[in-house]
Structure formats: C-alpha cells, structure tokens
C-alpha cells in the first residue's frame, strides 16, 4: 500500500506573531495594532509566554475582510469609503 504525502502534511494547530501576520499578509506592526483593537485574540496555552494563534481564528480574520469586499463591490463602495 502507498501513501499520499500530501494527506499525512499537517500544518501547525497555531503559529506565532509574526508567522500570523505573514499569513494575513500584513506587516508585523500592523497585526500587533490589530490585536490592540481587539480585531484578533491571541490564544492562552499554559507555559508560553509569547502571543499564538489558530490558524482557523487567522482564516476567519482573512475570510471577513473578503465578505467586506464582497460587499463593497456590490454597493460600488471603493475600500476606505463608507
């Protein structure tokens, strides 16, 4: 029997600040600045001091902005106007 590499890949359950920020595609000043407003959480683990985050919270992040954009297509709003 063979096996598919691809389907044993596993991709971290949460990775760091500045692999979350990479992953959203923004800088790593402007993820800390959406963590600030609340925009983001960061998820507690016991014993790590640093900031982590789910990749499924980092999706959701990402698939709300395109809603938003989804919507300003459809209502001709250009981004930044509202």
């Known amino acids: 029997m063979t096996h598919n590499p691809a389907v044993f890949t ?3 359950a949460a990775v760091g600040e500045a692999e979350a920020a ?3 595609g923004v800088s790593p000043r402007t993820f800390r600045q959406f963590i600030t407003e609340g925009r983001i959480r960061p998820v507690k683990i016991p014993g790590v ?5 789910t ?9 709300s902005w395109k809603r938003i954009d989804e ?3 459809a209502t ?5 106007c509202q």
């Open 10 to 12: 596993l991709e971290p």
């Open 22 to 24: 990479k992953f959203v």
């Open 49 to 53: 001091r640093r900031n982590v985050f």
């Open 55 to 63: 990749l499924e919270s980092l999706r959701e992040l990402v698939d």
């Open 71 to 73: 919507t300003r297509a």
């Open 76 to 80: 001709g709003q250009r981004a930044g």
